[in-house]
């Protein structure tokens, strides 16, 4: 009688302790899930932060694009475009002609 009741109360033991692992287990993995969840957040935040400073950034250009003297600027810094009665002016480095 002793016996069976060892046996029986070691196999609830180890039912028991089974039973602990898994919840455990379980909880370790939810524990990770969430970890996951909070970087990816913080992730996109981040992402969001970027995205609205770029946002500002193209509404400023687009509201100096509506002034005439930028354009004017911009057509003769990056397109070297000359007035109506301007001459245009080229220098020619020598030493880049000569490699």
Partial sequence: ???????????FK???LFLIALCLVWTGRQEYEIQKIHQRQT?????IEV??????ELEAERK???DPRYIEKLA???YNMVGKD??????VDEQKDKQ
């Fill in 51 to 56: 995205l609205k400073q770029q946002k500002s």
């Fill in 76 to 78: 003769r810094e990056d």
């Fill in 14 to 16: 180890c039912f028991l």
């Fill in 86 to 91: 301007e001459v245009p002016l080229f220098i």
């Fill in 1 to 11: 009688m002793i016996r069976r009741r060892r046996r029986k109360s070691n196999k």
């Fill in 64 to 66: 100096r694009l509506d």
């Fill in 43 to 47: 992730e996109v935040s981040q992402r």
